[in-house]
């Protein structure tokens, strides 16, 4: 059940008052959310990100697999800070607040990455932030995303590469991202899964198993030390946030239970 911190949280998000240096604030009003509040969408995740530009090795290690090419502006809130929440403004045209919800344990894909795995529940809201010139809003922090999305599922059995685009079924999304954020450059790579709860788990470690089958090019393993969401990475940044506000979450600490299979091989 949605805590009703989240229910007031999200409320009050319908409406967000930005500031302009030397101007008169700027109030944004949200339209009502494309699904419904008390629902929103469960999602689980684990994400590693990683100084430098992306390598080409790297981008040829990910294209053995068919995928979809995206470019697009995000702005994360930063300050205040809002303890379990993130917030960002999704291409100039949606709010969109995630609530944490914890941690089920460590992706384990033996000799080739572990990462902890978080869930998530996601809203989004059509919405029209003012221009900013090309600078960041206060508060609120801009990255630059070229994103690279392989979608699975294991609807149909073993798990297979989807042509379905999001939202449209159960399963997990796989991306490689270049990243860019006030002239520094930066990659991720990620696991989304979504879809009825009892699948998440299992969708994100077959995902995973596949997509290690072969390890990432040098020899390189994702850690725990690179595992992080985009705004936990971007509150650890010099000068993120307010120092007096609540952080946004503390490091998730995983639960004892640990997964831990080889590649190829998703747990039973």
Same mark, same amino acid.
Request: glycine fraction near 10%.
């Given at each position: 059940?949605?805590?009703?911190?989240?229910?007031?949280?999200?409320?009050?998000?319908?409406?967000?008052?930005?500031?302009?240096?030397?101007?008169?604030?700027?109030?944004?009003? +949200? !339209?009502?959310? &494309?699904?419904?509040?008390?629902?929103?969408?469960?999602? @689980?995740? /684990?994400?590693?990100?990683?100084? %430098? *530009?992306?390598?080409?090795?790297?981008?040829?290690?990910?294209?053995?697999?068919?995928?979809?090419?995206?470019?697009?502006?995000?702005?994360?809130?930063?300050?205040?800070?809002?303890?379990?929440?993130?917030?960002?403004?999704?291409?100039? +045209? !949606?709010?969109? &607040?995630?609530?944490?919800?914890?941690?089920?344990?460590? @992706?384990? /894909?033996?000799?080739?990455?572990? %990462? *902890?795995?978080?869930?998530?529940?996601?809203?989004?809201?059509?919405?029209?932030?003012?221009?900013?010139?090309?600078?960041?809003?206060?508060?609120?922090?801009?990255?630059?995303?070229?994103?690279?999305?392989?979608?699975?599922?294991?609807?149909?059995?073993?798990?297979?590469?989807?042509?379905?685009?999001?939202?449209?079924?159960?399963?997990?999304?796989?991306?490689?991202?270049?990243?860019?954020?006030?002239?520094?450059?930066?990659?991720?790579?990620?696991?989304?899964?979504?879809?009825?709860?009892?699948?998440?788990?299992?969708?994100?470690?077959?995902?995973?198993?596949?997509?290690?089958?072969?390890?990432?090019?040098?020899?390189?393993?994702?850690?725990?030390?690179?595992?992080?969401?985009?705004?936990?990475?971007?509150?650890?940044?010099?000068?993120?946030?307010?120092?007096?506000?609540?952080?946004?979450?503390?490091?998730?600490?995983?639960?004892?239970?640990?997964?831990?299979?080889?590649?190829?091989?998703?747990?039973?």
């Amino acid at each position: 059940m949605l805590a009703e911190a989240h229910r007031s949280t999200l409320t009050g998000l319908a409406r967000i008052t930005m500031h302009r240096q030397g101007q008169e604030q700027v109030t944004m009003t +949200a !339209a009502q959310p &494309v699904s419904p509040v008390t629902e929103g969408i469960r999602s @689980l995740e /684990v994400r590693w990100i990683f100084p %430098g *530009r992306l390598e080409t090795a790297v981008a040829g290690w990910f294209a053995r697999f068919p995928a979809e090419l995206e470019t697009r502006e995000d702005t994360y809130l930063l300050s205040p800070r809002l303890r379990g929440l993130s917030v960002k403004l999704r291409a100039g +045209a !949606a709010l969109e &607040v995630k609530a944490y919800q914890g941690s089920p344990g460590i @992706l384990d /894909v033996a000799g080739c990455a572990r %990462g *902890r795995m978080e869930s998530w529940r996601k809203w989004a809201f059509p919405f029209g932030p003012p221009s900013q010139g090309g600078r960041d809003p206060d508060g609120w922090r801009l990255v630059r995303k070229t994103r690279r999305i392989s979608r699975f599922s294991v609807a149909s059995g073993p798990i297979r590469v989807s042509g379905q685009g999001p939202g449209e079924e159960p399963g997990c999304a796989a991306e490689l991202t270049e990243v860019l954020s006030r002239g520094e450059a930066w990659w991720t790579l990620g696991f989304e899964s979504v879809g009825p709860p009892h699948l998440l788990r299992s969708q994100l470690e077959a995902a995973a198993a596949l997509v290690f089958a072969e390890t990432l090019p040098g020899e390189m393993e994702p850690g725990l030390n690179d595992s992080r969401s985009y705004a936990e990475w971007l509150l650890q940044w010099p000068g993120a946030g307010d120092n007096h506000a609540q952080a946004l979450l503390s490091a998730p600490q995983p639960d004892p239970l640990h997964f831990h299979f080889g590649p190829g091989q998703s747990t039973p």
